[in-house]
């Protein structure tokens, strides 16, 4: 019996210490993105370009990046190429910045030459990036399929899914393009997509945690953009219509003013 | 960031006529010297024979480092960096290295004696070049940089005996070291600076070889280089042979930098429309700053101009470039076949004659790598060559040192008597200057400030022969008349509109610029000076939306005579008793600068590279009154304490930096505008 606890609390004690090492590793992956950059913007502001350089490529090769940080390593990396004199590597980060985030505006540090070529950039650089989300019923459940769109530098490196049924309170996390939710008596879906970049930037989303898109299962073809709520008053509409007229025939040939079938009396005549 | 050309280019010259060594010359190991060609502060270039059994007689060119220079080893390494990686390139197209070795503490390498002119000095003379001569000029271009490119290749794709690539990279490929002999084959010269595998030089991060102008952008940013960088340098060779323009030509470093890292690149076409399409192309593939989009290699240029040379309807081949050679510059020809007859005709000199200095080679031992044990056992034997153990037939322990022989052939010679050419006049006349202990590190020492020169073949020439090339000499003739015409209107319309007056005082030198006599420079007139060696005097390069050369054709004088007064080697007008002599610009020159500011006596500095950052805002950098820049910004300047000027973001008021540059380091400037 007592080895039968010690064995429960063993699990207990290693779940909980898995769980907590994945979450220090989740904080360290992000702290380590986060310290490079600082480090970088360290080494720039000493002049030490080469260094700065290479960590800025190293915290754009690290995790746990936001999409603000990424962009501020973009603009670390234009900087640095603009002392070099390294125009192509300029013109290209300026590009990146430009695709993700076209109006975004640079530090005081960048000189208006930088400036200027960013304003080039935003013509070449398409953007801004934007996914796209579909679904299609599948038997039990749903698939989620998600699109991106504007990805002109090909910053795109990687889809996250979440994806809960309408009620639940946890997210289902897919780190893929498409996922499937099956459950009993699934009616509606939320998702929210993210289209993630370097560093584990989200560069772009569709749907947020307080409004995620919806898709209810059951209808023909689901989108979460409000079509087929239209779809289902038309029909609803349709169906009123179809029972209103065939009340209306019944009603027609029920009430209509029927041929008097009755013995007619002899007709008398004269006195 | 530093800055070098090859070790010829880093000797300097003087304004002299080449110097007979002596009647009899001078026996250097197994080589007699004849002529000394030019002398700076590095060493000696000499026309030589050398002479065996069986009547063996051929004419050689040596290059020889100065004795007291000897124990500098960068420049040893050098020099010995230059002749192993010449020597290991065997191809018709490279100039070849008959030997190398050492002669009493002075190292020395013997060189094929190559008679011909530079492509610089081709293009010197190739004004009013039209119709059929124009198209044929194309073509010969073709073929020369064909033959250019495949004596790269050669030395791109050189191995050690091992079958290991030594990836050399020549790294200074410009018109002056591409040299078209008589017999219409272009061979390339001067490996000084190339970098391979196994360079007893070596060669830092960041360092620059080579001529700016012609140097591709990575190379210039002082980022590694391949053999694609080579194929950039002969892009712009080609630009500039087809264009007859210089493609980047700027009034400073700086701007040359900027200007072959940035400035968009007008297609020769533009510049000159009767270019052939498909050669623009070929030209405009050279000239991609991605090293990747040019060709993939040397010998991939080679086919696309064989390609377009197959395509035309006359052949054009060495015959036909000797052709073109020999009617252009004849008398050239002429001169330096007289003179190589000459030294040739001598009987071989007799030890009764004068001392011989016997020779340690180190033999061009190609089969030896260019790896780390290499670079060893030259270093070891290095060290065994500085400790000559020679015996002279005098008996004198230790040899008689070169310049004590020279002295002694001059002494033993009657100067001018050998009745060759170009006369002889003595070294220490020449040189003004008393004759030195060493005799020879006088002219080194002395180092005209103004005054340096590319040693490259070319170049020696023309300083040995002391004429110009028919073009020049009519050019200059015109010159001549035209101002002695102007001079006596001149005077006719002074001495009949002032009769009366009382004559004027003697003009000042101010007042003649004041009232100028048009006379042209008597030793170098318009338009004669060397395209490669005084490149200021070149015409100006190609502006943005300028029109085509065929619409200047008619004032090709007047914009030449512009173009030289701009690069600032023509002299005006005004000054018509100062002497014009030859200026080089500075990014093509910059290690002989710095020779003549260390007085020759150290080895060349580097500039250093300066990064400056201001925290909290961008700023101007200013250096010297003008603007070079916005922060962030990395640059190179001279070795020193400089000092910079910071504006922030384009305020007119600024803040002085004193940064000290140290050579080849990297000095950091740090500053908060908040």
Known sequence: ?271 | MSVSSGWAAELELDDREPVSVGEHGERFGRYELKYELAAGGMGTVYLGRSTGPGGFDRPVAIKRIHPHLAHQKQLVDMFLDEARITGLITHPNVCTVYDFGEVDGTYYIALEYLMGESVASILRGLKGLRGDDEQAWYAMAAQLITNAAEGLHAAHTAKDARGRALDIVHRDVSPQNLLVTYDGVLKVLDFGVAQAKGRLHSTVAGSVKGKYAYMAPEQAAGKEVNARSDLWSLGVCLYEMLTRKRLFREKTEMDTILAVASRTIRSPRTVRSSIPVALEKIVMSLLQRDPEKRPKDARELGRMLTNYLHAQPKPTGPAAISEFMVKRFAGQKQRKADMVNTVLRTNPQSASQARIIPSKEVPLDVSQSMTQSMSQSMTQSLEMLREPTVTTPSGARGGLRAAEAIQAAQLASTPASSGAKPPAVPNDERRGAPTPLLGVPAVQIEAPPAISDSLSFDTMERKMLGRETEEESRRKWLWIGGALTILVFGLAFAFSGNSDEPPAPQQSAAETEVTPTPTPEPEVAVGEVDFGDDPSALESPPEENAPPEDALAGQEAAALAEAEQEGGAAQPATRPTMRRRPNRRPEENAVTMEVAETAMEEAPAEPGRVNVVTRGGWADVIFQGRRIGRTPLQFSLPPGLQTLELRPRGNPEGVRIPVQVRSGETSRVAYNLE
């Open chain 1, 1 to 271: 019996m007592l080895a039968r606890f010690l064995w429960l609390g063993l699990c207990v004690a290693m779940t909980i210490a898995t769980g907590a090492s994945v979450q220090a590793q989740g904080d360290a992956r992000q702290a380590s993105g986060e310290r490079l950059m600082t480090q970088a913007w360290s080494a720039y502001e000493e002049a030490l370009f080469s260094d700065a350089l290479e960590l800025f490529n190293a915290a754009q090769a690290s995790e746990g990046l936001t999409l603000e940080q990424l962009l501020q390593i973009f603009e670390g990396q234009a900087l640095v190429a603009h002392a070099t004199g390294e125009s192509g590597a300029m013109e290209q980060a300026l590009r990146r910045i430009a695709n993700i985030d076209p109006r975004h505006t640079l530090s005081d540090l960048s000189p208006p030459e930088v400036s200027a070529a960013l304003l080039e950039a935003r013509a070449s650089a398409g953007g801004p990036i934007r996914v796209q989300t579909d679904a299609e019923e599948i038997p039990g459940g749903v698939r989620v399929h998600a699109e991106v769109e504007g990805d002109q530098m090909g910053l795109v490196l990687g889809f996250r899914l979440r994806i809960r049924a309408s009620g639940e309170t946890e997210w289902r996390t897919f780190e893929t393009q498409s996922a499937e939710l099956r459950l009993p008596e699934l009616r509606e879906v939320e998702v929210i997509a993210e289209a993630v970049g370097p560093g584990d930037a989200v560069l772009a989303a569709r749907g947020t945690e307080s409004d995620p898109a919806r898709y209810t299962v059951g209808d023909p073809i689901v989108t979460p953009d409000g079509t087929g709520r239209g779809r289902r008053v038309a029909l609803a509409l349709t169906g009123t219509a179809v029972v209103l007229g065939a009340a209306a025939v019944v009603l027609y040939f029920v009430l209509r003013p029927q041929a008097d079938t009755r013995p007619q009396a002899p007709r008398v005549t004269g006195p």
